[in-house]
């Protein structure tokens, strides 16, 4: 038999990557990963890339590119630089670069529950054990910790059209948490990669700009933005971090795909850029709209849920006692698919919650989709009523 690390010896399949497969048959109706719309892909009109692309490069990221990127952060209040930007290959590298930095078996993290369970699983991969973050009182009892329970190691969060659950912090609730992380010496790591898919105001200051000292890793994504194909993310960390990560990145992959960056780059300078955006929040808003009145048409008195100000997903509640597991069998059956919000607990358990993705069924197949879903939900209610 294979002699395995520790580590491997309890790996389990991503549940996401293991219905993006089912999502692939013919006809199927995905509500269940985050794919963003093909409409919304930037175009590919592009000249032919510089040959010398074709070398390798530096791990940090291409020059022009990541001084691109540090005039954005810059001007979300983050404390950066060029030299503190590293592109990413997908914002998802960043999380397993960080967890690679800081967590050991046993090591406490910080977490919002539900988050995003690809994150969830790094961590768990690297044996991390969790703490839920009260997102109202954030860093309550860290001052008191005993000794033997020290305050988290690090705190990840998603303030802004979280996934799974479509929130946004309110400028309390991101100065509460700063403030916590900064106090009791927690790395604050912030995930962020939807703050451009906004569809209503809200707060959207970026957390760690509200950071005076302390250590902190901020990414963002390309992929819900220009497209997700590409595997283009990007971070910038505070001094002490910053070296770290790529040391950790040159490791891992040496560096990232140069002719991605360099595509990307060219959707960045394009003066058309902000034109674009405003139409893809545009389209997403629209389609948001058709999701929730198609969501009170079929779902309107067996779930509850609120609108999402941003994002790609609704996180819907249905009743106590409802077995997700057993209604996703049966949705599966008739051709639909969505994804269970137990995936996205840090605690575990059986949770009455689903998770849907808005941005990728066309509004007659989301239409279709959630009436199987509501019809499913009915049949288990009066099956149930039976016995
Ligand atoms: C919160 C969050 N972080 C990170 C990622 C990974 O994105 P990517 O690797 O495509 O940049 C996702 C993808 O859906 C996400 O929802």
Not at 102 to 108: I, L, N, P, Q, S
Not at 142 to 154: E, G, K, L, N, V
Not at 184 to 201: A, T
């Amino acid at each position: 038999m294979a002699r395995l690390s520790m580590r491997s010896s309890d790996i389990k399949p991503s549940p996401v990557r293991e219905m993006l497969n089912v999502s692939q048959r013919p006809g199927m109706i995905s509500f269940a990963g985050g794919l963003p719309s093909p409409e919304t892909f930037a175009g590919l009109d592009l000249p032919p890339p510089p040959r010398d692309l074709l070398q390798y490069g530096p791990t940090e990221g291409e020059p022009a590119l990541r001084a691109r990127i540090a005039e954005d952060l810059a001007a979300l209040g983050l404390d950066t630089a060029p030299d503190r930007v590293m592109v990413l290959s997908g914002s998802q590298q960043g999380i397993d670069l960080a967890a690679k930095l800081v967590v050991d078996a046993g090591t406490t993290l910080a977490v919002e529950s539900p988050a995003y369970l690809a994150a969830l699983q790094v961590f768990r991969f690297y044996g991390a054990r969790f703490e839920i973050i009260d997102r109202g009182a954030p860093g309550a009892g860290w001052a008191d910790a005993p000794p033997s329970m020290a305050p988290p190691s690090m705190a990840y969060v998603i303030p802004t059209f979280q996934n799974p659950s479509g929130h946004c912090w309110t400028a309390d609730e991101r100065a509460a948490m700063a403030a916590a992380c900064q106090a009791h010496e927690v790395i604050l790591f912030e995930d962020d990669p939807y703050r451009d898919l906004v569809y209503e105001p809200c707060e959207r200051r970026p957390v760690c700009a509200g950071l005076t000292s302390g250590s902190w890793i901020y990414q963002g994504s390309f992929s819900k933005t220009v497209a997700p194909g590409l595997r283009l993310g990007y971070l910038t960390a505070s001094p002490d971090l910053f070296p770290l990560l790529v040391q950790l990145k040159q490791a891992a992959d040496l560096h990232t795909n140069r002719l991605s960056q360099w595509m990307v780059l060219q959707y960045l300078n394009d003066p058309g850029r902000a034109a674009r955006m405003d139409q893809v929040a545009a389209l997403y808003r629209t389609k948001r709209d058709a999701f929730a009145d198609a969501l009170t048409r079929h779902l309107g008195n067996k779930a509850s849920w609120a609108l999402p100000p941003g994002g790609l997903f609704f996180w819907l509640t249905l009743a106590d006692g409802v077995d997700v597991e057993a209604l996703l069998k049966r949705c599966v059956e008739r051709g639909v698919l969505f994804t269970p919000g137990s995936h996205f607990l840090a605690e575990g358990g059986a949770s009455p919650t689903i998770r849907l993705n808005f941005s990728l069924a066309e509004p007659e197949a989301a239409e279709r989709g959630l009436a199987v879903i509501g019809e499913a939900l009915g049949e288990m209610a009066r099956a149930d009523e039976r016995t």
